[in-house]
């Protein structure tokens, strides 16, 4: 009787009232999981096009004034 009322009930889109209890926990943890993969490849997409944005500044640009300078000398 609680399924089919639960299954009859309609709302938005909900996992299938015959699953169990760990199933349903497996089903959320690899849905967690996807969401968490597709965070890492838009991140790496954005690192990939541009570089330099996810780099400070200055880690760079000094190195590469200390490396001009120390050429310059020898």
Request: with cysteine; net charge neutral; proline share 4%.
């Amino acid at each position: 009787l609680s399924c089919s009322t639960l299954s009859s009930s309609g709302g938005g889109h909900h996992v299938p009232s015959y699953l169990t209890l760990e199933q349903k926990a497996a089903f959320v943890f690899v849905l967690l999981l996807f969401i968490f993969l597709a965070l890492l490849i838009v991140r790496c997409f954005r690192i990939l096009l541009d570089p330099y944005r996810s780099m400070p500044s200055s880690n760079w640009t000094d190195h590469t004034e200390k490396d001009t300078f120390d050429y310059r000398i020898v």
